[in-house]
């Protein structure tokens, strides 16, 4: 690990920048940690879910009559009990959802959409009881023939999954009945002509498989609910606010009655963004009027939540002699799984944005297919976009044979330039990535045989919305922070960073907390690699809030004006005619606080409209052993602008984690369906996400070119380490086998194939 | 059904339970017990957040049925510190910021603890085929490994 600074910020941080140990970190070790299935309430009862068998069926008859008779039996629920909504955009973090699509995919109405959706839910008193109450109701279906693939979906007499909705977006648009749930499409330049002029022209179609989060810890919610209609809901989400008002709207519930805490979170990469058990628990816990558990089994995560939406995208890119792009074109398809929304509009905006490419054009559809309605996965649609992009990008570095990453630095977009989807680009820096990368000692590492480099690049908006803060001031001098964005990955840590910065006290003597719905100001989700940018906006604000409470407390206890009474590395500092005094320690006015006016605290409040995007990129060694097919990662690198790292142990992580996912979305993992529509690897068994002994060292390279729109200049990184990898692994494996692949993951069979056909 | 009734020991301590024949030793730990640290990712035997010791042999208690755990010794995360502070892996995995989310955390520390009382030295390669068994989706293992060679260099009594 290194950092490289770009030049920029001149404030000199004490503790920006430092790798304290965790806040969390103690009980997370010692197994205290509280996760969503580590709470039990007196009282409590379990609830299970039954699911749907059929890929695609219409319901025609449910009855539970038996199952209610069955022992330990306290409530059932199905969708007869949720009422009706009507439809209509509802924001939730980076994603629009249809609050009438969010609620029957929790439970479905008159249809089943995908083999493992809901269709009825138990509560009883053990959880054996209720998984044979669900063995107990019978359900009539009518089996219809499932549309599994995009091919499928797209067939002219390909069965409807949604009779009667139309597509939406940009014309033209399917007439009548259609899997197409939206269409975007924008041009730029005369895209024709330029591909005329163009001296190498590369094209083709690149596909990924769907792809699951695959966070450890399964989805889980313990719900109360009391007599006067108040729900109090404990879960493992991104965002207990969100919670609340999907909740609200699902239910048609009075927001009011709702309180949301958020349990620890293991894991969720943007899968935990949205919801699934919450409102079955409330309204089981309604009825049964006890406390109700809900955990789902890994099977049910696989069968049921996330995942990420397989692609197909053709792309085609032309270039002259000297390497400048002159033209794009893609046509992008998305799978949305049972429900409209995919991340294709995010993919198309993310596509071009790393180039200036003078003429472009792309199509984009999403497409309803009989599989998991899809959920946010780490930067979602755009390592997609980035596959096809970035792999054309490297068959033409391969065509006019120049070095790939100059190939990228002849076409990157920098300060100034006009990005594809509009705004003009502020202070970015990917011309540093892509440099520190060509630097990298890995980059003139040898390469044997069998072996191959891969280089792929990748770009992410990040978010910035809105956040709020709380800072408090003890009587000892110690302070506490409190937030309401669930810490995934280390969040608490950068918050006590940044309130120790900003009074001036060790981070130590901060505690960081993650307050519920009713104990905290609103917070948009820990998503779109926001938190340490825009919670952390909120708390330095909070924070000098705070001083300005501590400088007139200074001033009171001087008998001077404030004006007179400046806040300096953790002190009073008196000034014109108040410099007589003696510095007074954040310590020595938390003591005096009950005289000078009370308790110390302070709140702020942000709502950032942008976030400074992030560029990232990678590098990939791989030997492909020629008899098995099988790929080894050699070394592998990853190089991103973190703007500031608050926590440089934290980024780190994120580009290291956000490798490995890309690493196994590339190689590895893949939703495999029989002919029936059933998800035929639901375990980490057969759906093979990256092991201990699958992986080397992740190298990486913070660099720091300062993010105006922060005041230390600190970017988002979450999400941009997933948006090379899939690009940055294909080139490596085509590179050492010496054909190109086109179709991930690439599994021994497919890679083996290819070797075949290079054969001949 | 009737209950079977089992003594065992969890952590140096003896405990009676009583558990259904087919109930795993993981849901009584987490439900009977109230022994939360061990975590469930799976059940089937294939994320490793549920490692236990059972006699010292490192197992994933969802596999292990509750009756099976008489007369034996359990051993789990909540036992791996002690009166004197944290266990120097847990202490490592702070200091490597070797846990993201932490789900799988207790798991890798009981799993490194198993693989270090059998192989004090290990290399990185011997490290990350033990823990293969141990899914951690947030960190891509790196800090992980790096913790456990640096936590048994100084159990070894070494700085690494
Ligand atoms: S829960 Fe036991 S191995 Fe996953
Ligand atoms: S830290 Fe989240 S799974 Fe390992």
Redesign the interface.
Known sequence: MSNQNGSGSDRKFKVVGT?P??H???D????????G??L?LPGMLQGAILRSPHAHARIKKLDVSKALAMPGVKAIVTSADFPEIGSGGMAAGESHIDPKDLQANIMARGKVLYHGHAVAAVAASTI?QAREACKMITVDYEVLKPVMTLAQALAKDAPILHEGRKAVGVPPLPEGDTNIMMRLANAKGDVDAAFKGADVVVEGWYEASMAH??????HATVVTTRENGQAEIWCSTQGPFAVKSMVAVTLQMDPNLIRVTPS??????GGKTTIYLEPVAVLLSRKARRPVKM?M??EEVFRATGPTSGTRIWAKLGVKKDGSFVAADTRMEFEAGGFAGSPMGAASMTLYAAYNIPNFRFEGLDIVVNRPKVAAYRAPGAPNAAYALETAIDELAQKLAIDPIDLRLKNAVKEGDVASYGPKYDRIGFIECLQAAKNHPQYKAPLGKNQGRGVGAGFWFNVGLQSSATVSINDDGSAVVRTGNPD???SRASMAITVAEELGIPVERVRPLVGDTDTVGYCDLTGGSRVTYATGMAVIEASKNVIEHLRARAATIWGCEVDAVEWRDGQAVGTNGASNNKPLSLADIAKQMAHTGGPIIASASVNPPAAGPGFGVHLCDIEVDPETGRSTVLRYLVVQDAGKAV?P??V???F??????GIGWALWEEYLFDKDGKMENP???DYR???????P??DTVVVEVPNPLHPYGVRGVGETPIVPPLATVGNAVSRAIGVRMHQLPMTPPRVLDAIETKKG | MAKIQVQTTINGETFDYLC?GQQSLLSVL??EL???????????G??G?CSITLDGQLVPSCLVLAAEAQGREIG???G??SATG?HPI?QK?????A????????GL?VATRALLLKNPNPT??E???Y????????????????AVLDAAASMRGESA
Do not use: W
Not at chain 1, 264 to 269: A, K, V
């Open positions: 790798r140990i965790r969390d970190g103690l997370k070790v010692t197994g205290r940690a509280n996760y299935a580590d039990a054996e989060q695959g966070y450890i810890e399964p620890e979170i293991g894991g969720g990469f955990v089994s890994r995934i990955g280390g926590h142990s934290y780190e992580g994120q290291q984690g956000g490798a490995a996912q375990g980490f068994l996400m990256p092991v201990a002994s699958d992986l060292m992740i | 259904d987490r439900d109230g022994l939360t640290g061990t975590k469930e990712g799976c059940s089937t294939d994320c957040a789990t995360v909540e791996v510190s944290l847990q995995f702070l200091e490597h910021a846990l993201q989310c932490g789900v799988c955390t207790p520390i990185e390669a490290a990350r085929y823990l293969a068994g141990n899914l951690c989706r947030c960190t891509g293992y790196d800090k992980i490994i790096k």
